[in-house]
């Protein structure tokens, strides 16, 4: 071996040396950097033609990586970022209600608000005793009110996350774009793109966080993305997607879709992920939620509202306003099945004035020109808005009803043009005398969204004695005007009637997710919590459950291709003496070198 060559040879070693210890030392900075992998010299003799081997050179600079446990990762961590949604919404859903075992709960609203309303059938002449079941309605209707707007809330929340997620998919795309053309150009000059391949696979677990996905590698290194069921998202260039939020959060609400560039949707494409999971408390767990609270308040208002219709306050409020509207009352028509009985009465009871509505088929301007007739000088009725209006004429007096029915409802059958739908009781189906009342929404309406617009009649808010306690006489003879008492103050029939129709099972369907039940409204009130509670627990369980199994596949990759802060500084000792090995040789062969001159002198 020549003085050159030896002296080509430590030089060469040097080199590698030098490289080795600054990937030993660039491992160890990034040891605690998130998804960076551990790089590895590559060493190889360096052969120079038949002169043999000339010292040493790198042929690699090899990023440690695992393919399979990579892409478990990406495909994992999709079912969490579902799961983590689905949590924390079900979780702010459990807010709503307070706990069944305290006076918060939306059951144990209900409840006291039926416990008054015995109260006050005992009490009936208590003045406390019907303000005390007028604020236990209040507050009742406050939560619902509250429920529904919260969850409404929590819809347009999920929505604008939705379009976040998208715009934050979108720039992850366009990342990985630009990163498979750096890590393309990288592998055509030789350079090291170790840093470029970390970066783009933390880009990709993003986009696997947000949406289910699918990748693999090209023989240039670019790397092509697709959903699970093979929608193209990236492939050389990136297919954007677009969605707009809404600001609308009710039942029936209208959300646009997630649509590549040409308009097609890809909603269908999406099985995983955060996306998915907002998609679903925004179309599923939320809407369905709503459904439970409206059909809840559905039925509190339909079975209060029956049984208050059928009697009257004491004193009575002077005038009663439909709360149903007509379309056409020229032409709708209304059948009633028996006579109905009107009085007008003064602030003790005693009777004003009588009328008997025959029974009959009428239009609803020849109803109220009926009724209007029949009270003569002392009330009058008419249509104001499309609904029927009784009034007394004196504000002192007071106005009531009742069906001539043998106690029984009335039963009535209303035609607008497009067929004759039956309903129960006079009052009860023009709403003239309703406790609850959900504006623009009447018996046998859709219940959408009623939870949210649900209120207590507002003149029985400002006098609670307006409240119905009793029930007008109904008997074959009508009260005697100036003689007879039309109702008895310590009358308390209709209110024991109205509690102990609350308090009773009722049959509802299958609404939201709940099963068919029959069971009283302040335990289906229960069941609601019940339910929504057993769909956190289940989501915090299923949580725990994708948070071990992503934990375990990154746990098992960064043993794979993590960096092992002892292996490097052991290493790096390694080095260490190689290279100074290489200078003792460069040292040496310039000590020859020097020799060798002095001897030719």
């Known amino acids: 071996m020549t003085l050159t060559s030896a002296l080509n040879n430590a030089v060469s070693g040097l080199q590698v040396n030098q490289r080795g210890l600054e990937i030993a030392s660039h491992n160890i900075a990034n040891a605690t950097t998130e998804g960076y992998s551990r790089r590895t010299v590559v060493r190889a003799p360096n052969f120079t033609g038949d002169a043999g081997p000339a010292g040493v050179k790198i042929i690699d600079i090899q990023r440690a990586a695992n393919q399979f446990l990579t892409q478990q990762v990406r495909t994992e961590v999709a079912g969490l970022g579902r799961s983590e949604v689905r949590d924390r919404y079900l979780g702010n859903t459990q807010d709503l209600f307070g706990t069944l075992s305290t006076d ?73 774009a630009d990163l498979n053309e750096k890590i393309a150009g990288a592998r055509i000059t030789g350079d090291d793109a170790g840093d470029l391949m970390d970066q783009r696979d933390l880009a990709l677990k993003r986009i696997g966080t947000e949406i289910n996905i699918k990748t693999f590698e090209r023989s240039n290194g670019e790397t092509v993305i697709l959903t699970g069921d093979s929608t193209i998202l990236l492939d050389g260039k990136p297919t954007f997607l677009s969605y707009s939020s809404s600001a609308a959060g009710y039942v029936g609400a209208t ?22 999971g907002l998609l679903e408390v925004r179309d599923s767990v939320l809407p369905n939620l709503h459904r439970q609270m409206d059909a809840l308040t559905q039925n509190t208002r339909d079975i209060v509202n ?96 009742v069906d001539l029915n043998n106690g029984a409802d009335a039963a009535i059958s209303f035609d607008d043009g497009s067929g004759p739908v039956a309903f129960s009781g006079f009052s009860n189906f023009f709403g003239l005398n309703d406790f609850f009342q959900t504006p623009g929404n009447v018996t046998g309406d859709n219940a959408d969204n009623i939870s949210g617009i649900v209120k207590v009649r507002s003149d029985l808010v400002s006098n609670p004695e307006f409240i119905s306690r009793g029930r007008l006489a109904d008997g074959a003879v009508a009260p005697v005007p100036g003689t007879d008492r039309a109702i008895a103050i310590g009358d308390g029939r209709i209110m024991a009637e109205v509690a102990a129709t609350l308090s009773a099972p009722r049959a509802i ?56 802060i002892d292996e490097e500084l052991a290493n790096i000792l390694v080095l260490q003496t190689a290279f100074s090995a290489s200078a003792r040789l460069v040292t040496t062969a310039d000590e020859m070198m020097q020799t060798l001159v002095q001897m030719k002198r």
């Not at 005693?350 to 009270?375: Q, R, S």
């Not at 009034?391 to 106005?399: E, L, R």
């Open 104 to 176: 918060s709960s939306i059951g144990q609203r209900l409840a006291t608000m039926a416990e008054r309303m015995e109260s006050l059938a005992v009490e009936p002449e208590s003045s406390t005793a019907a303000a005390s079941l007028v604020d236990a309605a209040l507050v009742y209707v406050r939560d619902l009110n509250a429920i529904s707007d919260e969850i409404q809330r929590l819809r347009v929340q999920a929505d604008l996350e939705i379009e976040n997620a998208v715009a934050a998919l979108n720039e992850d795309l366009a990342l990985v």
């Open 255 to 276: 959300f646009g879709q997630i649509e590549r560039p040409d308009g097609v949707s890809i909603q269908s494409s999406i099985r995983d992920g955060r996306i998915k």
């Open 306 to 401: 029956a049984a208050h219709n059928r009697g009257m306050g004491l004193p009575a409020a002077a005038t009663l306003s439909g709360s149903r509207t007509f379309a056409d009352t020229a032409t709708d028509q209304v059948t009633i099945g028996s006579d109905v009985r009107f009085a007008i009465t003064d602030s003790s009871g005693l009777t004003v004035a009588t009328f008997d509505l025959p029974a009959g088929t009428y239009t609803i301007d020849d109803l109220a020109a009926a009724i209007d007739a029949g009270l003569g000088a002392d009330g009058s009725a008419s249509i104001v808005g499309g609904a029927l209006v009784v009034s007394a004429a004196d504000p002192a007096n007071g106005i009531g009803m």
């Open 509 to 564: 369907p299958a609404t939201g997710g709940l099963p068919p039940i029959n069971k009283p409204l302040n335990e289906y009130a229960a069941e609601i919590v019940g339910l929504n509670s057993q769909l956190a627990a289940e989501e915090g369980e299923r949580l725990k459950f994708e948070e071990a199994l992503v934990g375990q596949f990154e746990t098992r990759l960064t043993d794979t291709t993590g960096v092992n």
